[in-house]
């Protein structure tokens, strides 16, 4: 059966390419500090409470607004605010390029945080609205999936090289800004993309939604430095915003998230997917790094080339999706993609404090064959089980769930790493467990959605 691939000429003149690189671009200004951490805490005076700020301050500009970019991009334009994002994320990075201190440059991440969330949630909305379900979009995801791992190899790469030949990390701020003011540039190549029938904008619902996030990832963050007064305080507010989100919603004539999905297995299973991929892969991949240098004596080149081998791998089995004779429709196929994933993560057992870096390399090439699969299947998935005038709060909802994941990985990761054991060695045996034993158990409970009966009436797949 043919593909119906499209000419190369053809291809360039739709939105892929555009979109796929900024993805790469907020991809890279992602991973940024986790290569860079040592220099910039070194130069702005960072202690253990800034680092960890440094590090999870882009995931709470992305927590709070990737869900809000997917609705406001329904209602005014998914072109506006791709372009808008970009803008941000120029924005961001020319503050955190001159920050003085630690507190300007989170400002900054932050900052960058906001506009990569509508890069991602209204990007891959345009994809969904110029690539009809079928191969045609089973391609373009699969393009977008590789650029989620290429943004993290090349961000991984590009930080190293550019820390080696300037200050250690202003320049690589520098290269995020002059990116996304090229991508300005590519964007008239998107069209325009709305919904057909905007709905109204549920503002209590975003103000108490956007509090939320922020403060639970806040709150993680600070967690990670020990638990102390402002990690409850933090904690409670963002349960109050939470808890009241719950209680308005239901009273909304046109919510934010409508009811009616969280009852569509398929629209399920992609979320809980994103979520628990966040909190054990990204978990762990951000782990891995601080393992390889604090842990087994290797230099930051090494870190850098450890996260380039995970997002390599997960780059070529994203593309090689739309070659294989399974799609992984549904939350079966997300099922056994977490699974696989989580089998994955157990070769990292038995690693000592005279092992060889090759060990981490072994379960960074492993588990990016299932992570790049799942990047491209989530992404289909995320825009296939929801209504066609609102793919981009779909991919915003399922955004939100990976990185609102993400910070919880992050922060149990490290907590277990530091404070089990004798050394951070011992507790990457413990992390490697915990890691995968949420995966296999999601595996199950992703499963398990799809036994239900409404998974043969979700929406058309993509």
């Keep these: 059966m043919s593909l119906n691939i499209k000419p190369t000429h053809d291809v360039l003149a739709r939105p892929l390419l555009p979109v796929a690189l900024g993805t790469t671009l907020v991809l890279v200004a992602y991973v940024a500090p986790i290569v860079a951490l040592p220099a910039t805490a070194v130069d702005l005076g960072a202690g253990p409470a800034g680092r960890a700020w440094i590090l999870s301050s882009m995931s709470v ?10 609705v406001l991009g329904d209602r005014f334009g998914r072109r506006v605010l791709y372009d808008v994002g970009l803008g941000l994320v120029a924005l961001g990075g020319v503050v955190c390029a001159a920050a003085p201190g630690t507190a300007v440059l989170v400002t900054g991440r932050v900052v960058q945080g906001v506009g990569g969330a509508a890069v991602l949630a209204c990007g ?7 690539f009809p379900p079928g191969p045609e979009r089973l391609r373009a995801t699969s393009m977008w999936g590789a650029s989620v791992g290429l943004g993290i190899a090349t961000g991984s ?32 190549r998107l069209g325009t993309s709305r919904a057909e029938h905007p709905r109204r904008v549920d503002v209590p619902g975003l103000v108490l939604l956007v ?10 963050t600070q967690a990670r430095d020990g638990v102390d007064g402002l990690t409850v305080v933090l904690g409670v507010a963002a349960l109050a915003c939470l808890g009241g989100l719950a209680l308005v919603e239901p009273r909304v004539g046109e919510p934010l998230l409508d009811p009616a999905l969280l009852r569509r297995p398929g629209f399920v299973a992609a979320t809980l997917g994103s979520l628990l991929l966040g909190i054990s892969m990204i978990g762990l991949a951000s782990l891995t790094p601080t393992i390889a240098q604090v842990g087994l004596g290797n230099g930051p080149w090494t870190g850098a080339l450890l996260a380039a081998v995970w997002a390599g791998v997960s780059v070529v089995t994203s593309l090689a999706l739309r070659r294989l004779p399974w799609t992984f429709a549904g939350p079966r196929g997300v099922a056994v993609l977490l699974g696989l994933v989580g089998l994955a993560q157990l070769t990292g057992l038995g690693l000592g404090t005279g092992s060889g870096v090759w060990r981490l390399a072994v379960v960074m090439a492993a588990t990016g064959v299932g992570t790049g699969l799942l990047n491209a299947v989530l992404g289909r998935e995320a825009v296939a089980n929801v209504p066609p005038d609102r793919t981009a709060m779909g991919s915003g909802a399922n955004n939100t769930a990976r990185y609102v994941g993400a910070a919880i990985g992050i922060t149990l990761t490290v907590t277990i790493a530091t404070h089990v054991g004798d050394s951070v060695v011992d507790g990457w045996n413990v992390v490697v467990v915990v890691c995968a034993a949420v995966l296999l158990v999601g595996a199950a409970v992703v499963a398990l959605v799809g036994r239900t009966p409404q998974d043969v009436t979700s929406s058309p797949r993509g």
């Design 61 to 70: 500009g992305l927590a709070a607004a990737l869900l809000v970019s997917g």
């Design 124 to 130: 891959l909305a345009l994809l969904a609205a110029r």
């Design 157 to 188: 790469l590009v930080t190293a090289a550019v820390g080696e030949l300037g200050t250690g990390w202003r320049e690589v701020y520098v290269v995020h800004v002059v990116a996304a003011v090229g991508l300005v540039a590519l964007s008239s």
């Design 211 to 220: 509090g939320g996030l922020t403060l639970l990832v806040a709150a993680l």
